[in-house]
Structure formats: structure tokens, C-alpha cells
């Protein structure tokens, strides 16, 4: 099987689906790597490279789809969506295609890739189970969107994180507060804490409490409960308006006494709850600053913006969007080992060839066979549910 690595086409992505360290453990496997030029430059990883671990490369993107027999993104149609629908014509029928596809947030664009006969998987549907842990390129992204978030509060930052004893006097430390405290909420708190900051962690989910303060960071109590505060893969449930205006009441003071407030709150469909309103950003200090992760699903914070920085009340709201890729070297490097385990046991399972009974592939298969197979996304279209599993000639 040729697998081809094409160069990511999203404006100022800069990671790369395959690092030449990965491709040993696919040529084992049987299989051929096929990258474009150019593909990993972006990540300082060289052509070169590649070529020493044993992949061809070719200078055209067309060649690259029309020969490979599967093809390893980072950002396919859906997930990107500026330029990702110049890739549909390239696609073929049977054609495996792995990426991120944001296929509940973006339902429609599901539709456009099951038109082209590809078979595609997202990445981003893995089931948090244990099996799946080598492959959950989400929590490896979050994980690194987390610890950037930190790193961009703190240039923004009028003050510095750490207490210092000078001889000018003591420096008294940063608060930092995150909200939502998932994979990149903990990798944030993590990261504010080495800096030195005196770090706060809240979540409506209570069974994160003792992750927040294994940390060294205080968990935020509320008197407020949550019903059904998350799914059986642990994920954040969406809660009703009520709730949400009562927390974001309870929150204020909390968000007022902040210099950094640090936003990862998201539901695995729909929009990201708003949990910090214009009334709390005005409550805050001159100079305090918010980053929002969720800003690209609307935000947690009222004010964000997707892509900008908004100065409201003279703190700065960071609206921002695919954080990951700002750190491409080590993030492509967790997505390639990610997507190449995730690639092997489909390949060790025979979902790539047949329909799959195996449940990691079951939660991750998109289309088929020209059909939107994934049940999420039938739903969200309106499409009936498939009574009869769609037929799949062997590669």
C-alpha cells in the first residue's frame, strides 16, 4: 500500500501528518511513503530526511493523490475551511484518507468528501479508551495548544508570572485562572505553574478536582451542580441556559481577581458555551489578558473573536485558532505517531478494506462507498439511519 504525505494547504499551517522518525514502523508494515515536496519544511523537517528513511518524493500534489492508496493529512476539507475543498477533485473512489475533519461541526462538508468514493476517517471521533490512547491526535493537539496559550498570555502580560525577591522589593506573583480543565486546561495550568504563577483551575465536571490539584494549582468550588456532567468518554455535556447564567454569576469574582484568564471549556458538538460575559471582562484589571481556545466555536468568552485580538475595557482577548501549529516540529512529530498507529491497526484489523466491527474504527469511519457512514453525522444531516452496511471492494 502507497501511503502519501501531501503538504498542508490551511493559510499558515505549518505541521506535516508524517515525520521521517514514523516511517520505519509503516515500511515494516509493508507499506510505500509518498511525500509532496515541501511538505515538512514548515516543521524543519527536511526532504532529505525523509528520502534517508526510505519515502520518494514527488513535486506534484496530483501525482501524490492519483498515486496513493491512502493519504495522511492534517486538515482535510471540513477541519479546513479556507482551502481544504481544493482537494476534493483529487480524491478517488476507495482512496483512504486520514485526518481532522470537524465533521460535527461541520457536517455538510462530509457530504462533499462521500461524494468523491474516498474513505475517510477523523481522527478527531477517536474514542477515549485505552486502547486508543497511542492514537488520540486530539488530546495530543490540545495538549500543545495548552502549553502555547500560557506562553502567548505571558508576552501579552503587563507583569510577570514568577514572585521575585529583588532588591527592589518583592514582585508579587500572576493569578492565573483556567476554565475547562480537559487536556489543554491541564497542560496550561501545568505550564503557568512552572512559570511560577499562583494558578486556579475550574470545570463542571467535579471528577477533574484532584487532576487540578495534583498540579499544585487551588480547584475553583461553585454551589452548583451539574446534571449529567459528562459523556462516557469523559467529555464536557452542554447544559441548559439557567445553569450556564448561574455559573457565569458565581464566576465573576473569581474571573475580577484574574490578571490571565485562560478558556478551553468545548462540547463535542455545537457551539462552546459562553461562560465569561462583557460585564466579567469589565470587571477585570487594565492589562489583564484572555486567551480563548474555544473561540473558533464561537468562544468562551463574549467578546471573542476568532483569529483577532479584542481590547475591551483594556484587557486583551486572544481569539485564538490552531495554536498547535505554532509549535510544528513537536506537533507534528505527536500527530505523525498518532496517525501511523491509528493507520496499523486499521491496517491490522481489516477495517481499511472491509467494514469495521472493531470500535475504533466504527467511531472514527466517516464515509464509504460514497455514503455518510458515521451515524453523528447521518444525524446532524437529517439523513435516515443505514439499516444495511454500505459494500466495500478490497483495495
Do not use: W
Request: hydrophobic share 50%.
Amino acid at each position: 500500500m502507497i501511503v502519501g504525505v501531501p503538504k498542508e494547504i490551511f493559510p499558515g499551517e505549518q505541521r506535516v501528518a508524517l515525520v521521517p522518525a514514523v516511517l520505519p514502523s509503516l515500511t515494516k508494515a509493508g507499506c510505500e511513503v509518498l511525500v509532496e515536496e515541501g511538505a515538512g519544511e514548515a516543521a524543519f523537517y527536511a526532504d532529505a530526511a525523509y528520502v534517508q528513511k526510505g519515502a520518494r518524493i514527488t513535486a506534484s500534489r496530483a501525482e501524490l493523490f492519483a498515486t496513493a492508496d491512502a493519504v495522511f493529512q492534517v486538515l482535510a476539507h471540513g477541519a479546513n475551511d479556507k482551502t481544504g475543498h481544493e482537494d476534493l477533485p483529487l480524491l478517488r473512489p476507495q482512496q483512504i484518507l486520514i485526518a481532522f475533519f470537524r465533521p460535527l461541526g461541520s457536517p455538510a462538508t462530509v457530504q462533499d468528501v462521500a461524494v468523491t468514493g474516498a474513505t475517510a476517517f477523523a481522527i478527531e471521533l477517536m474514542p477515549r479508551i485505552t486502547r486508543a490512547q497511542n492514537m488520540d491526535a486530539l488530546s495530543s493537539m490540545a495538549t500543545v495548544a495548552g502549553y502555547k496559550a500560557v506562553l502567548l498570555a505571558a508576552n501579552l502580560l503587563p507583569r510577570m508570572f514568577p514572585m521575585l525577591m529583588t532588591a527592589a522589593g518583592t514582585v508579587t506573583p500572576a493569578r492565573v485562572l483556567v476554565v475547562g480543565t480537559g487536556v489543554a486546561g491541564l497542560q496550561a495550568i501545568a505550564s503557568a505553574r512552572r512559570l511560577g504563577a499562583v494558578v486556579s483551575g475550574y470545570d463542571v465536571r467535579p471528577a477533574t478536582r484532584d487532576e487540578v490539584r495534583s498540579l499544585g494549582a487551588r480547584f475553583v468550588e461553585l454551589p452548583l451542580e451539574a446534571a449529567d456532567a459528562q459523556d462516557a468518554g469523559g467529555y464536557a455535556k452542554a447544559q441548559d441556559e439557567s445553569f450556564y447564567r448561574r455559573q457565569s454569576e458565581l464566576l465573576a469574582r473569581v474571573v475580577a481577581e484574574s490578571d490571565v484568564v485562560i478558556t478551553t471549556a468545548l462540547i463535542r458538538t455545537g457551539k462552546a458555551p459562553v461562560l465569561i460575559t462583557a460585564d466579567m471582562v469589565a470587571g477585570m484589571a487594565p492589562g489583564s489578558v484572555i486567551v480563548d481556545l474555544a473561540a473558533e466555536r464561537g468562544g468562551n468568552c463574549e467578546l471573542a473573536r476568532a483569529y483577532e485580538t479584542v481590547v475591551a475595557h483594556g484587557v486583551k482577548i486572544i481569539g485564538a485558532v490552531n495554536l498547535a501549529s505554532t509549535a510544528p516540529y513537536h506537533a507534528s512529530q505527536m500527530y505523525a505517531r498518532n496517525v501511523a498507529a491509528f493507520f496499523l491497526h486499521l491496517q491490522q484489523t481489516g477495517a481499511l478494506q472491509s467494514n469495521p466491527d472493531d470500535e475504533i474504527a466504527q467511531a472514527t469511519l466517516l464515509t464509504r462507498g460514497g455514503e455518510v457512514v458515521h451515524p453523528g453525522v447521518r444525524k446532524a444531516l437529517g439523513l435516515p439511519v443505514l439499516e444495511t452496511p454500505v459494500a466495500h471492494a478490497q483495495t
